[in-house]
């Protein structure tokens, strides 16, 4: 399917241009567009090492096997072609982990790797598995616990109680995250994806030898006992344990609460109720403290700490490697289409069905243009803020907007260029009720809320 809307978002990107009198632009897009690519791709080479370095360290120390048991009921209903104990389900929660708290620059690194160890599974190569689909519907349509790119915007324009938005842009991620994973359970068992049963003729891949094989119940608590016990504490490793868990909580009491050491907080931090203070602290500390957990519990479990992160490290650098055509290629169909004109002309498209449902007009461009184009839909939420206001019912709703979406295409390519696949079933469709969804969902609850 990629390949006929990259075609598709070419072609009419030169037509459109043709015929504004922009086919100059739209020349010009092309190369921009692919500069733009390697910027992204350069920058994500640093994130890359990084958080794949940590995530073999948490590998190793059995990190990946605690997580897998402690939400295996759910993940074996969201993913139930994965083994339980398979290294895909630590770094499919630590993904969905990274989205939930905002940190973008971890998830996609530790999306990809997920993504990797998933294709290992993979019998039919260049083909998406439903296990890959599912996780592409969670990754674009996330539930955002805080949306700090927002709530920054709406502050520096003047709105001093900007943390208003957690609340409705969490129940309009959870509506377009539940949305998401509905589709693609529904859509990998219509006739028009569902997976037909391999046979003898079929291009078929065989599993890795090292792929462990598909267990259940008592046997992933044995094998993640056999792990701790092939993998030694250090002596009093449990009280150091202790006692780093005890200074994240007295530093988030003090970074919420800096009144307990006789300091006055900030009069934005003042204003709000002790849960959101809570909230924004834990946004704050969450980054540097995963980084000094996962080092520190491996180096308790007697692992080479240093060595195995630049083992790790080591992976990101051939992962962009991989992806870098599939950017160029996403960027370059995307800022063609849009500077051609592409963007307004499916706005006054969509126009009948938006007055319909009595979605803002002001919010059709940026709902339009978010599955596409990350920084041109910042931009958009930017003038929409400074046009109407940081408190206005508009500015609240499209920062609630910006955060119930993801750039569906642009993570679609990375992801599933990332492991060569070409066949991406129905991933597309499911990312696209998300987008769907996420944007209706934003303009009601918000009016609910806010009374628009």
Known sequence: MLNYIWLILIALAVMIGGFTGKIGEVGQAAVDSANVAVTIAMGLVAVMTL??????????AGLVNHLGLALKPVMVWLFPEVPPNHPAMGAIIMNMAANILGLNNAATPLGLRAMKELETLNRRPGVATNAMCMLLAINTSSITLIPVTVIALLTINGNHNATVIIGTSLAATAVAHAAAIAACKLLERSPWFRLRPLGEKESVAPL???APEIITGQEVVEKTEHADQTLPWVPFSGWILLSVALLFIVMLSVVAFPELLGRMPLPEAAARNPALRLIDALSMLALPWLILFFPLYAALRRIPVYDEFVEGG????????RIFPYIVAMLVAVGMFKVAGGMDLLTWLVQPITTLLHFPSELVPLAMIRPFSGTTSLALLTDIIKDHGATSFLALTAGTLYGCSET???VIAVYFGSVHIKKTRHAIPAGIVADVVGPVASVLICRAVFGG
């Open 208 to 210: 890795p030898e090292e």
């Open 51 to 60: 958080w794949l370095g940590l995530m073999r360290l948490a590998d190793k």
């Open 408 to 410: 569906t295409f642009y």
């Open 314 to 321: 080591k992976e990101g650098f051939n992962v962009i490697l």
